[in-house]
Every structure is written in structure tokens, then in C-alpha cells.
């Protein structure tokens, strides 16, 4: 069926019978292919056509005409607008499933795994008890509506438009009250929201992250300029909600902290005409520059600019699920790359004889340092710098020492500056066949964390160089999982164990655990 039969704003009946990776219905008009927002697998529907294309168009639902089986009441109000919850209308088991499907088929259809080898290797998804309320960090835009009341919320799907909502069904029940309390805040100070076309306007977002095994809640505003008007208005009112089983109250004058509470406010300077939203000069206004949390027994501090898992419960799981993966008996040298404030290093140092963390952000890894003395952990060691750089040095038996001035402790200490400049990089690499003969040349054990875009190239032809006996991979990307895969396996290693964890309830997003393995081991 050509483009000509249909147009921009027709209306079409189609029947759902397929899921496509942005969580879309997809089905077919005479042939003519159709991507259908907001439609369930198996629904028949009315649909308007939004784009035209010569072989497909993309749709959304105008009417359900017959709702499939695996079709939901949202609890949200706003899920159709908001661009956070794509597949909240399906039943969460109809989503774990197709959250497997979809990590299977981008190992099968970029990664090249066979069919045959994933059914005998991936391992059973593993879900939420309760889907609802699990984030612990959300991040709020605010701005103006159409009348030019203010109003904070969320960005409507593939716009910067903002969808008025102080209650998210994903984040924590405490950040209505408080997101309601800043708007009060700033209406009685007359203070302006943010306005991304002109870059006027002062308040931006407003960050709140929380932690779910302390209470601790962190309350940060990111803002266009370096003060706020009245702050100490703005600290007062936060300072006078508490919060009893999510609904907040007035605390009484001898009992400010109970239970869940603010335990720290603070501004983020953003001047910048950009999208990203945090700046990175942060300033306290009142109580400690960073929250706590616990995962699994281990207590962690987050800054605002930390990096942390957005759901605790699942973490836990995920992370012990890398942990099973890594195979420990306690005489195994591991190297976390990519490790943020040292989670999963922490997690895997119970079990390891030594760990290193290595993480180019060096907020996060003065968080990691701090994480590593919070829980008495002695044999970590954290790194400022790029995998490519610090792993080769440090195994060519010059260690290494990063910008920070921590060392290794091994016989001769490297700088940063000389392992990017004096050395290069294949020299580096190449350095690590010429290692002193009573030096281990590889480690045992590499994890990798990356962000969505996955591992940098030249991170991977790094562990190639280092041949670990396994590497267990932690994405939350399948897509680049599988490219990442790719490469490694056709470097000598091969795809041992495969599992899904639901981190991102609601959403298209998730997160697998791999552990692949030298096939020489």
C-alpha cells in the first residue's frame, strides 16, 4: 500500500499485533504499516495518522474499539500527554514480557546471538512486587501554562511543553507537598519560572531525591542566576513539612525530624542556554550536602549530582545479580569502570580481594571515596580518569595516580597527565606484555555501568587488551548491550548468562545483567 492512500489526519481502524521498542502499537492499514500511539497488543482501535511516510505512517488512538486482554486502567491522569510512562495501559506481566522480547530480539538482531543459544542462556526477568512510587529521584521543569499561571510537571512527549502534575505515580508520594510548598513559595516572593525560548526567568527545575532506607529527602533548585529571592522563606517553609506515612502536616516545634523529613536544601547555578539540567556549582542553604541511603546492607551519601539508581528495591536485586555473575571466592582482583559514586564496587569488595573504581566524573568518585569510609571498606581504591588510560598503566606495573593525588600504592606511581600525554595509548596497552614477571597481567573481574550510549570504543578495545577471565556488563541500553556484545565476543569471549531486571516499571526502559567469559578460561 502506497503513502498516496492515506493522509495526514485520517482516521483508520487497525488492530494492534505487534509492540515496537518505544512501547507504540503497531499494525497494518491494507498493508500500509501503521505505529500507533498509546495503543495496547491486541487492541482494535481508532487512529488518527499524525506522518505519512511512502511504507508506514505513525497514529495515535482517537477510540479503542476493542480493548485487548492485556489492556489497563492507567492510574495516571496525564500518561497519554506526559512523555514518562509510555506503556502504563498494559498490565505490568504483559510488560515484563515484552520488555524480555525486546532484549532478546536486539541481542538476536544487532548483537547476531542465536535463537537457540539465548533460550538456553537468558534466565527468567525479574520484576517488581509493587510497580508504583519506586522512583527516588525525579526531576521537575517548571515554568508557565498557556494562561500564564505557574506550574510545575513534566514534559509532554517529544516537546518541552510542560503537563501540570505534583503527583506522579512513579516518584515518591512526599514530592507533591513539596513541589506544591516551592510554587507557594514562589508566588508569595514573586519570583519567575524559567523561560527556555527567551532564557529568562529564574527557576528552572526543581530536583528531589529521596532516601527510602533513611527518609532523608534532598530538595534541590536548579536557577538561572547565583541567589533566590528570600531564601530563607523558601528554607522555612521546607523546613516546616513532615511527612507521616506520605501525607505531609505541620511538624510540632519539638519534633522536626520524624520519619521521612527535608534533610537538605540547596540551589544548582545553571546560567547556560541549554538542556542539560543541572549546573555544576552547587550551594547549600540548609542542612547537610548530601543525603544517605542503604542498598543491600551498605550505606551510601548522594549529592545532588550523584549518580544513584532510581529504585532501590530493584537495585538490590540487579546488583546482586551482578554479583552472582562475577563469580567471587575472595582471591579475584575486580575493576568497576564506569562506577559512579562506587556502588556496585562496594557490593562486589564482601566478596573480592581488591576493587577498583574508575569514573571520569570527579564529584562522583569523591562520593565513591566518601562511600568506601562510610562503610569501612578497605580494599577499594577509586580513580579520576578514562578506563583506556588508567587500567593499561596501572598493569604495565607503573600504577597509577589520578588528578586528585590518590594512588595505588603500588612500586611507582603514574599521573594522569602522564598516562594521557608522556604515554600513549598504545604504548599503554602495549606496556602490559612487558609487565614485571611477578605482577599479575590482568584482572580477573571487570563490571561495566555505562550511561545509554554504552561503552566508549575505545573502553572496549581497553578490556580486550586486559582479557579478564569474565566481564559482566550491567546496561541499560539493550540496543547498545547488544553492539557492545558484538565487539567483545568477537574479541575471544563468549555470552554465558542473560537477565532482565525491571528497574523502570511503566516505562520502555530497562536494565539486563550479562556475564560474558574468555573462552580460553
Known amino acids: 500500500m ?44 481508532e487512529a488518527r495518522i499524525t506522518k505519512c511516510k511512502k511504507n508506514y505512517g505513525y497514529a495515535r488512538v482517537e477510540k479503542v474499539v476493542t480493548p485487548s486482554s492485556f489492556r489497563v486502567e492507567p492510574k495516571c491522569r496525564c500518561h497519554r500527554q506526559c512523555g514518562g510512562c509510555q506503556i502504563q495501559a498494559m498490565s505490568y506481566e504483559r510488560q515484563l514480557v515484552y520488555k524480555a522480547d525486546k532484549v532478546r530480539n536486539n541481542l538476536m538482531r544487532i548483537g547476531g546471538f542465536t535463537a537457540g543459544l539465548l533460550d538456553e542462556i537468558m534466565e527468567p526477568v525479574v520484576g517488581m512486587e509493587e510497580p508504583w512510587h519506586y522512583r527516588n529521584k525525579a526531576q521537575f521543569p517548571v515554568g508557565y501554562d498557556k494562561a500564564g499561571n505557574l506550574v510545575a510537571g513534566f514534559y509532554a512527549g517529544r516537546t518541552h511543553d510542560i503537563i501540570a502534575n505534583t503527583d506522579c505515580a512513579l516518584g515518591a508520594p512526599e514530592n507533591q507537598v513539596i513541589l506544591e510548598t516551592v510554587l507557594a513559595y514562589m508566588r508569595e516572593n514573586g519570583v519567575s519560572a524559567y523561560r527556555e525560548n527567551e532564557g529568562t526567568g529564574l527557576v528552572r527545575h526543581v530536583l528531589i531525591r529521596t532516601g527510602f532506607a533513611t527518609g532523608e529527602i534532598m530538595v534541590c533548585l536548579v536557577i538561572n542566576g547565583k541567589r533566590l529571592p528570600a531564601e530563607e522563606k523558601l528554607v522555612e517553609k521546607l ?17 522536626e525530624n520524624a520519619g521521612k523529613h527535608i534533610a537538605s536544601i540547596s540551589i544548582s547555578v545553571n546560567t547556560e542556554r541549554t538542556n542539560v539540567i543541572m549546573g555544576q556549582e ?32 530493584q537495585t538490590e536485586k540487579l546488583y546482586s545479580l551482578a554479583l552472582a555473575y562475577a563469580g567471587l571466592t575472595g582471591k579475584e582482583t575486580v575493576w568497576d569502570l564506569y562506577c559512579g559514586i562506587g556502588t556496585i564496587s562496594l557490593f562486589m569488595a564482601g566478596r573480592a580481594k581488591k576493587v577498583y573504581g574508575v569514573e571520569v566524573v570527579p564529584q562522583a568518585i569523591e562520593d565513591a571515596r566518601e562511600n568506601a569510609r562510610l562503610n569501612g571498606i578497605s580494599n577499594v581504591e577509586f580513580y579520576v580518569g578514562k578506563a583506556e588510560e588508567v587500567l593499561p598503566a596501572f598493569y604495565a606495573g607503573y600504577g597509577y595516580t589520578d588528578k586528585d593525588g590518590a594512588s595505588s600504592g603500588v612500586e611507582q606511581e603514574m599521573t594522569a597527565e602522564g598516562a594521557a600525554g608522556e604515554w ?98
Open 424 to 521: 600513549t595509548e598504545q604504548d599503554a596497552v602495549c606496556a602490559v606484555t612487558d609487565a614485571l614477571p611477578d605482577k599479575k597481567r590482568h584482572p580477573d573481574v571487570i563490571v561495566v555501568d555505562p550511561p545509554r550510549k554504552g561503552c566508549d570504543e575505545k573502553c572496549l578495545e581497553t578490556m580486550l587488551a586486559m582479557q579478564p577471565d569474565r566481564i559482566v556488563y550491567v546496561s541499560c541500553d539493550s540496543a547498545t548491550l547488544a553492539r557492545d556484545l558484538k565487539v567483545l565476543c568477537g574479541g575471544g569471549y563468549e555470552l554465558k548468562r542473560v537477565r532482565v531486571v525491571d528497574q523502570f516499571g511503566h516505562t520502555v526502559h530497562v536494565e539486563t545483567v550479562v556475564l560474558i567469559q574468555r573462552k580460553d578460561t
Open 2 to 45: 502506497e503513502r498516496g492512500q492515506y493522509n495526514k489526519n485520517d482516521i483508520v481502524t487497525v488492530m494492534i499485533e505487534d509492540i515496537g521498542n518505544d512501547g507504540e502499537g503497531i499494525g497494518k492499514c491494507d498493508g500500509y504499516t501503521l505505529f500507533v500511539k498509546d495503543a495496547v497488543l491486541g487492541d482494535t482501535v
Open 282 to 313: 552547587i550551594r547549600l542553604l540548609w542542612g547537610s550536602r548530601a543525603i544517605r541511603d542503604s542498598i543491600g546492607g551498605l550505606a551510601f551519601s548522594i549529592s545532588p549530582l550523584s549518580f544513584y539508581q532510581v529504585n532501590l528495591g
Open 239 to 255: 523546613r516546616g513539612i513532615v511527612f507521616e506515612e506520605g501525607k505531609p502536616g505541620k511538624a510540632p516545634a519539638n519534633k
